[in-house]
């Protein structure tokens, strides 16, 4: 399975600084830690929101570097519409649970393309209130 292409690193520095608000609604920010570095990062992803769950699809596969962290660290913190959830239980998932998940122009985009990768499911909770201080980011 191919990689990201070349400029997906710039791409996600711009990106990363508009996702987890509330427009566009699509777009979150992964918010997780080196499995040996220690590093935190910060990663832009489309989710699907379920009242319970986030579905990520992968479409560079399962071993990117910020799957194979939050599933190490088993979860991460997502931003989304300008609220942080904690994320646990990092599972994956089939395109048919995404299809699921989804509605109206998202579902009809799942269907109609494979998704390599499959989903990473995440259960979701709201985080805990913290300064930004406190939280490092």
């Known amino acids: ?37 220690g590093k935190d990062y910060a990663t ?3 989710v699907i929101a379920t009242p319970s769950t986030f579905l990520i699809g992968l479409p560079w596969g399962r071993r990117t570097d910020w799957v194979r962290n ?29 299809v699921e998940a989804a509605h109206g122009l998202t579902r009809r985009m799942i269907r109609s393309r494979e998704m390599a990768g499959g989903f990473l499911q995440l ?9 930004a201080m406190q939280s490092g980011w």
Request: a positive charge.
């Open 1 to 37: 399975m191919a990689g990201p292409p070349a400029g997906a690193k710039q791409f996600n520095k711009v990106a990363v600084r508009l996702a987890g608000h509330r427009f566009p609604p699509i777009w979150a920010v992964v918010r997780h830690r080196g499995r040996s570095s």
């Open 44 to 46: 832009p992803v489309a």
């Open 70 to 98: 939050v599933r190490a660290a088993g979860g991460c913190t997502i931003r989304w519409k300008g609220h942080e959830f904690l994320c646990t239980e990092p599972t994956f998932v089939d395109q048919g649970v995404a």
């Open 123 to 131: 259960t979701r909770a709201p985080a805990p209130e913290r300064s």
